[in-house]
């Protein structure tokens, strides 16, 4: 079967991870190309002349295994050295990280994208240094870096996603999600297919809003999951009324969506009525909630969402499959 994941980051990339190993453990073979990721590039930036892909590299080295897992994002193992030369000469940012192992990542990325590769070929130049089980596809080739509009001293600003996210982690009231020019961006080649040709399209327990959110915004995305053959199954990365990690909580109340995994499961919606669902998965804590989502038109399952370590991601991953 081929199943193709919608995906942000972290949150995303334990959920991959352990559908890779579902997959082989169900099936007898590795998935390959047989599991796509599309992968949302909004998170992406420039910065002292590199381009970052955060969620794509998030994605791949966790299926590379070499990801950290205590601090969540980037390389286990990492140094900082050309991090705090940076800082002396007051270039990129003083409160980013580009550790040194990631640079490599980031350099090669840069040097490909000048001499003409395109952003998705570049994601699989990358790729092929690891054996990850799985296909990385970014979901555009085009630049449609998200801006968080805020409001300072009565003036609406823009600043990137990343300044929001990692200097004021959110503090700043978000008025509003922006990705300028995505209406003008295309999928990137083989994304429409991987939807089209999926026996499962899954909707990782990603952040709604800033993760899944640009995807589903990059013309054709959002249609082609609509119009698809295949179930539609989304993991709530909300469990309890609160998001696993991150501030996946501020950025739905920006929507005006509610902070619970039926809140999520409505601003998905339900296929049959219009949006995009078939299937929603919420954790135990939340199985009062499944007669609700039932009333949605939903086909709501309970079991442990939360994935702690690599064996429970598995286990998830065998439930979907199981589905
Ligand atoms: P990011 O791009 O690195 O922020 O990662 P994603 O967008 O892919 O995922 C972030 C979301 O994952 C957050 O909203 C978390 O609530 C959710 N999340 C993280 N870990 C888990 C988990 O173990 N289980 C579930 N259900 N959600 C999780
Ligand atoms: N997150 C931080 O909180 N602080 C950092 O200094 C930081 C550096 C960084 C460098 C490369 C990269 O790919 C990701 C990095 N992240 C950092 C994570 C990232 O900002 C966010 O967690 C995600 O983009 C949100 O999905
Ligand atoms: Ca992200």
Redesign the pocket.
């Known amino acids: 079967p081929r199943i193709t994941v919608l995906?942000?980051?972290?949150?995303?990339?334990?959920f991959i991870v352990g559908l890779r190993n579902a997959f082989a453990a169900r099936f007898g073979e590795r998935p390959d190309s047989a599991i796509t990721a599309i992968v949302?590039t909004g998170?992406d930036l420039w910065l002292s002349g590199l381009r970052l892909q955060p969620?794509i590299d998030?994605v791949m080295y966790a299926l590379a295994g070499i990801n950290d897992r205590e601090r969540g994002?980037g390389r286990k193992g990492e140094s900082e050295v050309v991090s705090a030369e940076l800082r002396g000469y007051g270039a990129a940012w003083p409160w980013f990280v580009l550790g040194d192992l990631d640079l490599g990542a980031h350099i090669a990325r840069t040097g490909w994208l000048r001499e003409g590769w395109t952003v998705s070929q570049v994601a699989s130049k990358l790729a092929a240094r690891w054996d990850l089980g799985a296909r990385i596809l970014p979901m555009t080739d085009t630049e449609v870096d998200t801006e968080v509009v805020v409001r300072v001293d009565g003036t609406e600003h823009s600043m990137h996603f990343q300044e929001w996210w990692t200097r004021y982690r959110g503090s700043m009231p978000a008025l509003a999600f922006e990705n300028p020019g995505i209406d003008r961006a295309e999928p990137s080649a083989g994304v429409i297919d991987a939807l089209s040709t999926a026996d499962a399209i899954l909707l990782?327990?990603?952040?709604p809003v800033v993760?899944i959110g640009p995807i589903l915004r990059t013309p054709g995305i959002r249609e082609a999951v609509v119009h698809s053959a295949a179930p539609v199954l989304g993991?709530?990365?909300?469990?309890g009324g609160r998001?696993?990690?991150?501030m996946?909580d501020t950025c739905l109340r920006t929507l005006g969506v509610d902070v619970s995994a039926d809140g999520v499961a409505a601003h998905y919606g339900t296929r049959t009525r219009g949006g995009l669902l078939d299937h929603f998965l919420i954790?135990d804590a939340d199985a009062a909630l499944a007669p609700l989502l039932s009333d949605f038109g939903l086909h709501a399952h309970v079991r442990s969402?939360?994935?702690?370590d690599e064996a429970e991601a598995t286990d998830l991953a065998a439930a979907v499959l199981g589905i």
């Open positions: 995906t942000g980051g972290v949150g995303g990339a334990k949302n998170d969620d998030s994002w990782a327990p990603s952040n993760s993991i709530s990365p909300i469990i998001a696993v990690r991150g996946a954790d969402i939360w994935m702690r």
